[in-house]
Nanobody, 128 residues
Framework: QVQLVESGGGLVQAGGSLRLSCAAS????????MGWFRQAPGKGRDFVAV????????YYADSVKGRFTISRDNAKNTVYLQMPSLKPEDTGVYYC?????????????????????WGQGTQVAVSS
């Protein structure tokens, strides 16, 4: 049984930092792309970042590009999202997702349907 478990969310003030982790179990994702999405209250699930299996290819949403950093440790089957300089508009539930394919420039990685496995989410709240 495949499981993705997110952790590291919380309540921080604007300008603060958080590091989210997503631990995968049930299978190895060392040959798969993994990503992060977020969902603000009353809104849809939006793409945040994605990373290839080697870590050599990453893509970010424009809203977080230059601020957030996605990384992974395949030995630990874990993906991370470093989030410094947080803003109130970063508030939402953050979801980890894994695809059954690697990441390419032509991949439809911004669409939730491209991913095959999802975690339960971790709440991030940024106060102004």
């Amino acid at each position: 049984q495949v499981q993705l478990v997110e952790s590291g969310g919380g309540l921080v003030q604007a300008g603060g930092s958080l590091r989210l982790s997503c631990a995968a179990s049930g299978r190895t994702f060392s040959n798969s792309a993994m990503g992060w999405f977020r969902q603000a209250p009353g809104k849809g699930r939006d793409f945040v970042a994605v990373i290839s299996w080697s870590g050599g290819r990453t893509y970010y949403a424009d809203s977080v590009k230059g601020r957030f950093t996605i990384s992974r440790d395949n030995a630990k089957n874990t993906v991370y999202l470093q989030m410094p300089s947080l803003k109130p508009e970063d508030t939402g539930v953050y979801y980890c997702a894994a695809a059954e394919t690697n990441l390419y420039s032509s991949s439809d990685y911004q669409q939730p349907r491209w991913y095959n496995y999802w975690g339960q989410g971790t709440q991030v709240a940024v106060s102004s």
